[in-house]
């Protein structure tokens, strides 16, 4: 029997239905992921099926004694206690006299006193009286289960730790259902790990909304998808998801095409004069009016942003370089003994765990901040465009079009003027809302509305820090395109596995203790290559020697022909790239075919050179940075 059951549900708000006559059921061991566009409603039917929200229509029918525990995507404001404290307000009516029984003990552990031992006993007394003995048992046991220290106050905790803490508010009370909105939000890599490995293990049913396809992929054993007011429910995981609803979209574009060749044809028929008015067409004429009223009826998706990056005359060949660079706060290493080297082009990610410094260590990068110890050098003709996570360059008093305009009407885009309200609706906002302020806006809309304001000013290196935040799998889709044909740098910090994937080519990764070791490519390479060096000191340790590893050849003094060499290789770089590009653009061009002749297999066998070039370059580069140590 289903735990919970929404049938024929309607909800408008007085606009547009959010949903139009929408059926779920959830059953016990679902695993529901919820897709949908930014503002189809997702949040919402989160609520109606937790109890914060009625619908206008329909019927939500629940098993007698249902609980249903939600952990909202921003930290609650207010929220204030002992971890113990915020726990154990799960709990409902007995979490006052548990907070109280819990502060009272360890009190009475630090320093014993009769008056504290009195109230002890009264406190347990209540305890038993209303059966909270066996929940405060319960709290300690999720605050154990959790890693999670009682005495610490709420307030003190980084931003993954508190979303731990409601996590365990949620789960003492030991729900039917968990509902989790954009679980993954502001957590490194380390504590999303830990997190599908709980909810996989510990957690039967649960309802979840989230844009880290890895994390949907590694859970979800059930996917939903709200579109345009109507909800599709497939009993599979995200993969196959994925494929079907491709077919589904593929099936309603046939479908729509059909029709509306129908209506034209009709059309153009009742247009003919007054056969169409004979008695025996009055059918037909009526067929058309249902035609026209369907067709204006008809709910057209959501189109695609249209999002358009600005790029900047080429950076220098070099963008930085980092020489032992060591940083510290308050004593504590943040970046320490760094060397590397960032080329135009490079598209670099930068992972670590929360608090590791990966912030500072884009700070020292673009030379916003100087290091204590060692050296960078930073290149020439940098234009940085810089995506801030908290989107603290939004004004949230201001509108849609005021924070991307800054008081003016039109904005010049690739050398083109176009109108603010045009190019905002490039960027999925409506009229409408272009005028709305931003602190209405959902999550999405803030990034899309960030991403809008950053692209109207050209760059050469972008920054980008978390830009994945509660953006829809298609803007996600489209970011990734936009950010693989972008020619500047990227830096790129993301606890996205798969967006790191599909766009980096390397990866800085922070320890934590000040360490920074580079990797070639994206997250998986990452694990591959750590494992495989696992091995091999396994290997080592069981031989008891070091034969079993490769031995790194000694650094030594390069030559001064040696040094000419490697300063010359970064300006060859370039003027290869710069070739490779105009020939790849001569030979994209449909006109070259018609003229060029003979000259089509010369520009594809110097293209071929030109790889070979590259690489042969790339290499001997790499070899005498090695060299040089």
Known sequence: MALISLRNITLAFGGPPLFDG?????????????MGRNGSGKSTLLKLVGGELAPEGGEIQCQQGLKVAQVAQEVPLGLAGTVFDVVASGMGNVASLLAEYHHVSHELGIAGSEPLLARLEELQHSLEESGGWSLHQEVERVLKRLDLDAEVEFTSLSGGTKRRVLLARALVSSPDILILDEPTNHLDIATILWLEEFL???????????????????????????????????SCGYDEFTERREALLEAEITRQALFDKKLAQEEVWVRQGIKARRTRNEGRVRALKKLREESRQRRVRQGTAKIQLQEADRSGALVAEAEKVTFSYDGRPIIKGLSTTIMRGDRIGIIGPNGSGKTTLLRLLLGELQPQEGEIKLGTRREVVYFDQL??????DKSVQDNVGEGNDTLVINGASRHIIGYLQDFLFSPERARSPVSILSGGERNRLLLAKLFTKPSNILVMDEPTNDLDAETLDLLEDLLLEYSGTLLLVSHDREFLNNVVTSTLVLAGDGSVREFVGGYDDWLQQTAAEGSASQA????????????????????????????????????LEEEQAELHARLAAPDFYKSAGAGI?????????????????????????????
């Open 601 to 629: 297999v010369q520009a594809n066998d110097r293209l071929a050179n030109l790889e070979k070039e590259l690489a042969e370059a790339y290499s001997r580069w790499d070899e005498l940075e090695t060299l040089k140590g």
């Open 391 to 396: 989107r603290e360059q939004l004004d949230l």
């Open 200 to 234: 996989a293990k510990s957690v039967k049913t649960v309802l979840f909304v989230t844009h880290d396809r890895a994390f949907a992929r590694r859970l979800a054993n059930r996917v939903a998808e709200l579109d345009r007011g109507r909800l599709y429910a497939f």
């Open 22 to 34: 929408i059926n779920l059921q959830i059953e016990p061991g679902d695993r529901l992921c919820l």
């Open 540 to 575: 080592a340790a069981r031989s008891g020697s070091d034969k079993a590893r490769p031995q790194k050849e000694r650094a030594r003094k390069l030559s001064f022909k040696e040094e000419r060499e490697l300063e010359s290789l970064p300006e060859k770089i370039a003027a």
